[in-house]
């Protein structure tokens, strides 16, 4: 029996991720490894769940839903600038409390 490959989808040599039912795995489990593995990702549209009968989102849906998508990351933008601001104040401060002490000491041994 050939030796099993490493799983590029789990890092694993040899052994099958628990409650993974890929079909390359299941292979694997079953000792069967062939040269022709299946790919492991397959985007025909009946694996994303997709059917011709479901609608198309309309041109408005998609610019709607762009825009609150840019108001969102627009937000959490300002929160991480706001944050970073808040650290590199924090940052100083404790830079600025050091040379302070740094001076007073200077200062107590040189007298």
Known sequence: MPKAPKCWLHGINGRVAQGCFDDTHMQAEQGGWSQTVRATHDHSPHRKGKTMAEPQETRQ?????????????????????????????KTWVIVGAIVLIVAVIAMVVLR
Not at 63 to 87: C, F, L, P
């Open 61 to 89: 849906e998609k610019e709607t839903r762009w825009a609150a998508q840019r108001v969102a990351h627009d937000k959490d933008q300002q929160a991480r600038q706001g944050a970073r601001q808040r650290k590199t104040a």
